[in-house]
């Protein structure tokens, strides 16, 4: 079993930074690859941003490629998520997600923090 519990969203303006930490319970945690999603009103979820258990494979949706950074550390159970350069459009509800299976199917997840980018 494994909780997610994100922090760090808010209200910032288009071109800010915002740092988003997910605290991960559960001893299982290192064993799990790591992902943010997010979901704006009307539309679907999307996955931002993955890392692999190992720390080794990243990914990231194109719109945040160069802008968005994902890490892990696996000693102290916590998943990050660095975005700079915030643009309107990246308005949403972050989620943190957990998954051993891939992500058509998510295991874990958080239960979300609004991230809010004025223009």
């Known amino acids: 079993q494994v909780q997610l519990v994100e922090s760090g969203g808010g209200l910032v303006q288009a071109g800010g930074s915002l740092r988003l930490s997910c605290a991960a319970s559960?001893?299982?945690?290192?064993?799990?690859?790591m992902g943010w999603f997010r979901q704006a009103p009307g539309k679907e979820r999307e996955r931002v941003a993955a890392?692999?258990?190992?720390?080794?494979?990243?990914s990231y949706l194109d719109s945040v490629k160069g802008r968005f950074t994902i890490s892990r550390d696996n000693a102290k159970n916590m998943v990050y998520l660095q975005m700079n350069s915030l643009k309107p459009e990246d308005t949403a509800v972050y989620y943190c997600?957990?998954?051993?299976?891939?992500?058509?199917?998510?295991?874990?997840w958080g239960q979300g923090t609004q991230v809010t980018v004025s223009s």
């Open positions: 997600a957990a998954s051993v299976t891939g992500w058509d199917t998510v295991q874990y």
């Open positions: 559960g001893r299982t945690f290192s064993s799990y690859a």
């Open positions: 890392i692999s258990w190992s720390l080794i494979t990243t």
